[in-house]
């Protein structure tokens, strides 16, 4: 028998600008994601736009939005894979039939911001994408399949991005906590999980992969700490609200959950992986869990010269609004070096030096479940928090043969993780819940392909937008039903 506990909340985890589409449609305004081009492997994602008059477009910076004036556009040349995504907008009914016939327990989805408020603040929301989601939210209670909501999930309204400079000014503290307060008030007797901000450490983890042989000034290592802070701000008094409404709520943070491990055993990689942990993945939990800045925050600052807008009343609110559980992604491992090495890792967000002993994904991505195992006993010890992993996957190119997909290799993949968790069950971690990423192919946050696949669910569509958009199960969805009727017992 496995460790989990009986409700335990095994399910999926899809974003709205991923599998929603109707960009357009029910009142939604312009998100950032709808003026975002499709990529590649080895091309960028571009953010295309009019700036005094002329047609233009840039790739997604780390720690920058679009350039000082510039209004984001639609090309009638360029292709925006999730105008369409996969449909979820009007096939929401079909996807949770077959999420529900999978047995999931919950179902992580986000909230288009820009459904809610167009242009992302106002005194009066958008009847239609409220409507919308009440809609979801009673569909998935059908089926008796608990929704676990993410307020925001790289789903910035354009013209607050625009406006604000993407979270560089105060305003858009409080847009968030306006439209936040909305959802909690909305939706208090449907959603009892929230999540606030999709991944929060990503603009640092960012930053330290671009830096990799490049640069990157001070001017943005500002700006990416002054936008947290900004969201960690926005952050906490979206959960004191939120407890306010509804005193059950569990409201958590999420965090991209990457373990660490040093290079070598010189001194030097020991401390430069600690440090790691420090920027990359403690800094954000610290302030959200603990609702403080940690020690060795004032280093990392001082590093680049970062001088932060915090008032007193910040200090405060982050104090107050601290999260009830630790929510994470965890998808691959690091290796942290001072060295200079030959063999290193090259793909769609990973970078540094490979890990001999683990073995790489088609995009760069080392598989690696005993560093999850590694994560949750580090982090639950550190915070002694509910937690759960919200994300988890394999992205890999399916082949559609005879009607069937024959995955063996996302089976083995997830296999191995599950089993990981249980490990760290079975070693005090109180974890309450698994979401596989991409539970349905989607479009890849990172490339914007289609071929990109995470699902249990085959979606007829191509990196080129072509496709009929039929559903169709995996050989890893009836595995993973098997997986939850047995509580993760029968791996086989």
């Known amino acids: 028998m496995a460790n989990f506990r009986k409700d335990f909340l095994w399910g999926g985890a899809t974003a709205a600008n991923q599998v929603e589409g109707g960009y357009d449609e029910g009142g939604k305004g312009l998100s950032v994601t709808d003026i975002q081009t499709a990529g590649s492997l080895t091309s960028p994602r571009y ?7 002329k047609k233009d477009k840039i790739a997604g910076a780390p720690g920058e939005g ?5 209004k984001g556009a639609i090309f009638d040349d360029e292709y925006y894979p999730n105008h ?5 907008y009007h096939r929401y009914k079909e996807d949770i039939k077959l ?29 239609a994408g409220l409507d919308f989601y009440r809609r979801v939210f009673e569909e998935l209670r059908k089926y008796n399949i608990e929704p676990l909501v993410t307020i925001s999930h790289y789903e910035d309204p354009l013209a607050l991005s625009e406006k604000y400079g993407d979270w ?4 858009m503290i409080d847009a968030y906590v306006n439209y936040a307060k909305v959802l909690f008030t909305e939706y208090k007797d449907l959603v009892k999980y929230w999540l606030t901000f999709n991944e929060i450490n990503s603009a640092l983890l960012l930053m330290e992969m671009f830096n990799q042989g490049r640069g990157i000034s001070d001017e943005a290592y500002q700006h990416a700490y002054q936008k947290l802070h900004y969201q960690f701000v926005a952050s906490a008094k979206a959960v004191k609200i939120g407890h306010e409404i509804n005193p059950d709520f569990m409201i958590g943070n999420m965090i991209c959950g990457i373990a660490n491990y040093p290079g070598s055993p010189d001194p030097k990689d020991i401390l430069a992986n600690r440090y790691a942990w420090e920027q990359n993945i403690h800094y954000c939990g610290d302030v959200q869990c603990k609702g403080e800045y940690p020690s060795f925050a004032k280093r990392l600052w001082n590093e680049h010269n970062v001088s932060l807008d915090i008032t007193d009343q910040d200090l405060a609110d982050l104090k107050a609004g601290k999260v009830d ?9 690091n290796m942290v070096t001072t060295h200079e090495v ?6 769609n967000f990973s970078a540094g030096a490979k890990n001999p002993y683990l073995k790489y994904s088609d995009w760069g991505w080392a598989t690696d479940p005993t560093g999850l195992q590694y994560y949750l006993e580090l982090i639950y010890d550190r915070y002694h928090l509910p937690m759960m992993v919200v994300e988890n996957g394999l992205g890999a190119v399916d082949k559609l043969e005879d009607g069937k997909v024959h995955d063996d290799y996302r089976i083995d993949y997830l296999r191995q993780h599950i089993q990981a968790m249980d490990k760290a069950v ?4 109180d974890l309450r819940a698994y979401t596989t990423w991409g539970c349905i192919d989607c479009v890849s946050a990172g490339t914007g392909q289609m071929s990109k696949r995470y699902g249990f669910i085959y979606v007829d569509r191509d990196d080129e937008g072509h496709g009929s958009l039929e559903r169709l199960p995996k050989d890893s969805f009836y595995w993973y039903k098997k997986v939850i009727a047995s509580n993760g017992s029968d791996l086989d």
């Open 325 to 333: 559980m630790y929510t994470f992604s965890y998808y691959m491992s």
């Open 84 to 88: 369409v995504a996969i449909d979820f």
């Open 66 to 70: 679009l350039p000082k004036g510039a």
């Open 426 to 429: 079975a070693n005090g971690v």
């Open 99 to 127: 999420f529900a016939e999978m047995g999931f327990k919950t179902y992580r989805l986000s909230i288009a911001w820009t459904r809610i408020f167009p242009n992302g603040e106002g005194s009066e929301p958008n009847q």
């Open 47 to 53: 953010l295309t736009y009019t700036l005094n008059g």
């Open 168 to 171: 560089s000014d105060r305003g």
């Open 342 to 347: 030959e063999d290193k890792a090259s793909g």
